[in-house]
T-cell receptor, first 114, second 110 residues
């Protein structure tokens, strides 16, 4: 079956650096993608989403890039702060699947050192 | 802001007990989901519901049932709790697109 995966399971950065978290997806029919942040002991928090008719979307300190040619999604966090330390995972909708079902990646652990 | 609440943050139950986990959302979302999250296994879908009184099995429905009597509330039921159901349980709701999660319930079955 098709799945969403991550290139790197862990990422360590210094405070103030920019972070890039990557995600590869294999379902070419997917047309909607989301990045989530999950802090220890908490539920996943919706960060930013992007539709397949876009290749870039910006939020507050975050940017999501979508490369449909190579089926790659990335999350860029500018000026990373210790509060950004969490597990980040991507999700995709599989292209028109009903009822808002998503397929989730396993996650990347981001650690920000002061 | 979307708000999804779960009835308990932490729960300890004994093997064989019937367990109810409650989830409430305040955004009039059509779709609601129950997941469990375990280290190394990620998020796994147990059940979802796309309307009141409607339910569909997810990837791991065995040992669980659900109830959706009102649009805002989706309950997960463990008919007879077992130790292998010790996990973090997450509820989510959505309207067509992105899912919004609750804070989770850490269930321990002893």
């Amino acid at each position: 079956g098709e799945s969403v995966g991550l290139h790197l399971p862990t990422l360590s950065v210094q405070e103030g650096d920019n972070s890039i978290i990557n995600c590869a997806y294999s379902n070419s029919a997917s047309d909607y993608f989301i990045w989530y942040k999950q802090e220890s002991g908490k539920g996943p928090q919706f960060i930013i989403d992007i539709r397949s008719n876009m290749d870039k979307r910006q939020g507050q300190r975050v940017t999501v890039l979508l490369n449909k040619t190579v089926k790659h999604l990335s999350l860029q966090i500018a000026a990373t702060q210790p509060g950004d330390s969490a597990v980040y995972f991507c999700a995709e909708n599989g292209g028109g699947t009903s009822y808002g079902k998503l397929t989730f990646g396993q996650g990347t652990i981001l650690t920000v050192h002061p | 802001d979307v708000k999804v609440t779960q009835s308990s943050r932490y729960l300890v139950k004994r093997t064989g007990e019937k367990v109810f986990l409650e989830c409430v959302q305040d955004m009039d979302h059509e779709n609601m989901f129950w997941y469990r999250q375990d280290p190394g296994l990620g998020l796994r879908l147990i059940y979802f519901s796309y309307d009141v009184k409607m339910k569909e099995k997810g990837d791991i429905p065995e040992g669980y049932s659900v109830s959706r009597e009102k649009k805002e509330r989706f309950s997960l039921i463990l008919e007879s709790a077992s130790t292998n159901q010790t996990s973090m349980y997450l509820c989510a709701s959505s309207f067509r697109a992105g899912q919004y999660f609750g804070p989770g319930t850490r269930l321990t079955v002893t």
